[in-house]
């Protein structure tokens, strides 16, 4: 015994220094890095697919947004809505992803994981917490697909922006009276459902294919996308690694064709190669995400007119064509990947349409595309002097409380303290926007943020920071700690005697494996010799159990776990 105590504490210096490295195990500037929720092994991708809009083609923020609010305003001018809505500008501070709308108050809601309320807004007006209560008792909603919609897209941030706008007005302007279910002027009432409905109409038509936002964006595509470069030899690089690569967008060829040619444009790709020659396969019109369930008919495009070709598709598909609509299925026919779903990498920024579809439906590994993340990790790191004031905070109240226990009937003061704790989480959250951070709110996480552990694999600002990778690489998650392994250090460790008085410890098979007389302490009767059942007792696997890990799964050729 003591023997092994010498040596664990002979191994102590090490092992902590091996573990005690944190940040620094990463190289890679955060901006350039790709975050890993889920072990990937790059060598083991066989194919990438892409959707184009803010995945590929990333549309300047807010210029582009502000495009989209002011035909959202127009539109809603046609529909009947008041001219004096017109004065409303933009203001990109305010919209974040991940929000949920209540078509019944009328309130935007930020949420944690599992549908606490976190903030919550109605136009302008950032309700209290009892305010709140008299909404929703519980402060606690669930995903009711009728009454709430939640914003995923960034292409929605518009949206998000002129809701709130409308209800504001309407909220505060004389004319209209407030009840609890919308406003009232005149004889007319409008729900803030029926609100909400028109935006989304407004939505429609300014998004469609031959739709205003459109038009405008490839009428100026200089003034609304970014133009990186580096995309033509990225895509490059993904092929002459053995990659196949297709592009599985919902906008229609034409609108395609034009945003792609603009970022593939032949006089800058060293290639000189048009954009279509990038890929293995094009899928245009893909509707995700119906894609990834029983999806359209596939039909061939007709480059010359942006036109389809009559009948279904059927034949082999050919480089530099285009293709409409169709399946997953379709696509596993054509290229082959339904053998190997795992292999294929779907990258896009649409948590819904892109990420959780592929993944549930497919079982796609998935890389999203989190632009937000520039800013994210910039107040990460510039402000990182409000999250030390935090965890000071936090550490004089564990002091006040150190040596008090249940006998202590005084009662500590730490009002200042509280006082001190919401001005620093409230410049925290000011620092990313009105809304705070996409991913939480002071130190809780948002239904978004869970959003992204759950359903990505890897997320990143940018596809392009695939670039600061070799294609041998494998992205190992770091490790998910519960409040019992974060706060308690493992220098807290017990004496070996204290350890093995434990109970709970003799479920160990640490000593594999585990000898008879062990198992005999535990349970004698499991080494009973007259029993008939073929085994009593599991034995101690012989290996790791785990097979979520990819990093460590096992050889083909290793042994059997257990005989
Ligand atoms: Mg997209």
Same mark, same amino acid.
């Given at each position: 015994m003591a023997e092994t105590a010498e040596a664990s504490a002979a191994l102590r210096p090490n092992l902590e220094r091996k573990y005690s490295l944190g940040s620094h195990m990463y190289k890679r500037e955060p901006s350039k890095r790709v975050f890993v929720n889920r072990s990937l092994m790059l060598e083991k991708v066989k194919f990438f697919g892409f959707d184009m809009d803010y995945t590929l083609a990333m549309y300047k923020s807010p210029e582009y947004e502000t495009l989209g609010f002011n035909h959202l305003k127009s539109h809603l001018i046609k529909m009947g809505y008041p001219k004096a809505i017109s004065d409303?500008?933009?203001?990109?501070?305010?919209?974040?992803?991940?929000?949920? =709308?209540? *078509?019944?108050?009328?309130?935007?809601?930020?949420?944690?994981?599992?549908?606490?309320?976190?903030?919550?807004?109605?136009?302008?007006? /950032?309700?209290?917490?009892?305010?709140?209560?008299?909404?929703?008792? *519980?402060? =606690? &909603? %669930?995903?009711?697909?009728?009454?709430?919609?939640? /914003?995923?897209?960034?292409?929605?941030?518009?949206?998000?922006?002129?809701?709130?706008?409308l209800i504001d007005f309407f909220s505060n302007c004389p004319d209209y009276t407030q009840n609890p279910r919308g406003v009232k002027a005149g004889d007319v009432t409008m729900t803030y459902e029926s609100i909400f409905n028109d935006v989304n109409a407004a939505m429609e038509i300014v998004h469609a294919g031959h739709g205003p936002l459109k038009t405008d964006t490839v009428a100026d595509v200089k003034k609304y996308i970014e133009k990186d470069e580096r995309l033509p030899i990225l895509l490059s690089r993904l092929r002459e690694n053995g990659k196949k690569v297709f592009l599985a967008t919902n906008s229609d060829y034409k609108y395609t064709n034009k945003v792609m040619t603009y970022l593939f444009d032949t006089e800058t790709n060293s290639n000189k190669k048009p954009w279509v020659d990038f890929f293995d396969f094009i899928v245009v019109d893909a509707k995700k995400p119906l894609f990834f369930l029983q999806g359209?008919?596939?039909?061939?495009?007709?480059?010359?007119?942006?036109?389809?070709?009559?009948? *279904? =598709?059927?034949?082999?598909?050919?480089?530099?064509?285009?293709?409409?609509?169709?399946? &997953?299925?379709?696509?596993?026919?054509?290229?082959?990947?339904?053998?190997?779903?795992?292999?294929?990498?779907? &990258?896009?920024?649409?948590?819904?349409?892109?990420?959780?579809?592929?993944?549930?439906? #497919?079982?796609?590994? *998935? $890389?999203?595309?989190?632009?937000?993340?520039?800013?994210e990790l910039a107040v990460w790191t510039q402000k990182s002097y409000l999250f030390s004031k935090l965890s000071e905070l936090d550490y004089e109240i564990a002091e006040i409380?150190?040596?008090?226990?249940?006998?202590?009937?005084?009662?500590?003061?730490?009002?200042?303290? %509280?006082?001190?704790? #919401?001005?620093?989480?409230?410049?925290?959250? %000011?620092?990313?926007?009105?809304?705070?951070?996409?991913? #939480?709110?002071?130190?809780?996480?948002? $239904?978004?943020?869970s %959003? &992204?552990?759950?359903?990505?694999?890897?997320?990143?600002?940018? /596809?392009?920071?695939?670039?600061?990778?070799? $294609?041998?690489?494998?992205?190992?998650?770091?490790?998910?700690?519960?409040?019992?392994?974060?706060?308690?250090?493992?220098e807290a460790r017990l004496s070996e005697e204290q350890f093995r008085k434990i109970s709970l410890a003799w479920r160990s098979r640490a000593s594999a494996p585990i000898s008879p007389g062990e198992l005999s302490h535990i349970n004698p009767t499991m080494m009973r010799s007259d029993s008939n059942v073929p085994r009593l007792y599991c034995t101690t696997p012989n290996q790791l159990t785990e097979v979520a890990d990819e990093f460590l799964e096992e050889k083909a050729e290793d042994a059997a776990i257990t005989q």
């Amino acid at each position: 015994m003591a023997e092994t105590a010498e040596a664990s504490a002979a191994l102590r210096p090490n092992l902590e220094r091996k573990y005690s490295l944190g940040s620094h195990m990463y190289k890679r500037e955060p901006s350039k890095r790709v975050f890993v929720n889920r072990s990937l092994m790059l060598e083991k991708v066989k194919f990438f697919g892409f959707d184009m809009d803010y995945t590929l083609a990333m549309y300047k923020s807010p210029e582009y947004e502000t495009l989209g609010f002011n035909h959202l305003k127009s539109h809603l001018i046609k529909m009947g809505y008041p001219k004096a809505i017109s004065d409303f500008e933009y203001d990109h501070t305010f919209p974040i992803r991940g929000l949920w =709308f209540d *078509t019944h108050f009328g309130t935007l809601l930020k949420v944690d994981g599992f549908g606490n309320i976190m903030v919550c807004v109605r136009g302008f007006k /950032f309700l209290r917490s009892s305010e709140i209560a008299n909404l929703y008792h *519980t402060m =606690f &909603v %669930q995903m009711d697909e009728a009454r709430f919609r939640i /914003f995923n897209t960034l292409y929605e941030l518009p949206l998000i922006y002129i809701l709130v706008c409308l209800i504001d007005f309407f909220s505060n302007c004389p004319d209209y009276t407030q009840n609890p279910r919308g406003v009232k002027a005149g004889d007319v009432t409008m729900t803030y459902e029926s609100i909400f409905n028109d935006v989304n109409a407004a939505m429609e038509i300014v998004h469609a294919g031959h739709g205003p936002l459109k038009t405008d964006t490839v009428a100026d595509v200089k003034k609304y996308i970014e133009k990186d470069e580096r995309l033509p030899i990225l895509l490059s690089r993904l092929r002459e690694n053995g990659k196949k690569v297709f592009l599985a967008t919902n906008s229609d060829y034409k609108y395609t064709n034009k945003v792609m040619t603009y970022l593939f444009d032949t006089e800058t790709n060293s290639n000189k190669k048009p954009w279509v020659d990038f890929f293995d396969f094009i899928v245009v019109d893909a509707k995700k995400p119906l894609f990834f369930l029983q999806g359209t008919i596939l039909r061939e495009v007709n480059k010359e007119t942006g036109g389809l070709h009559l009948g *279904t =598709f059927t034949g082999k598909i050919r480089q530099g064509a285009a293709y409409s609509g169709g399946s &997953v299925d379709v696509l596993n026919e054509l290229m082959g990947t339904g053998e190997s779903l795992s292999e294929v990498v779907y &990258v896009g920024d649409h948590i819904f349409g892109d990420i959780l579809k592929s993944k549930k439906a #497919r079982g796609w590994r *998935t $890389f999203l595309v989190v632009p937000e993340m520039v800013q994210e990790l910039a107040v990460w790191t510039q402000k990182s002097y409000l999250f030390s004031k935090l965890s000071e905070l936090d550490y004089e109240i564990a002091e006040i409380y150190r040596h008090l226990d249940s006998s202590d009937t005084s009662k500590p003061d730490i009002s200042k303290i %509280q006082v001190e704790m #919401r001005q620093v989480a409230h410049e925290m959250d %000011q620092a990313y926007g009105t809304l705070g951070s996409v991913f #939480r709110s002071g130190s809780r996480q948002s $239904f978004f943020a869970s %959003q &992204v552990m759950r359903y990505a694999d890897l997320y990143a600002a940018s /596809f392009m920071n695939m670039l600061y990778y070799p $294609f041998s690489y494998c992205f190992r998650a770091p490790p998910m700690h519960m409040p019992h392994e974060s706060t308690v250090d493992h220098e807290a460790r017990l004496s070996e005697e204290q350890f093995r008085k434990i109970s709970l410890a003799w479920r160990s098979r640490a000593s594999a494996p585990i000898s008879p007389g062990e198992l005999s302490h535990i349970n004698p009767t499991m080494m009973r010799s007259d029993s008939n059942v073929p085994r009593l007792y599991c034995t101690t696997p012989n290996q790791l159990t785990e097979v979520a890990d990819e990093f460590l799964e096992e050889k083909a050729e290793d042994a059997a776990i257990t005989q």
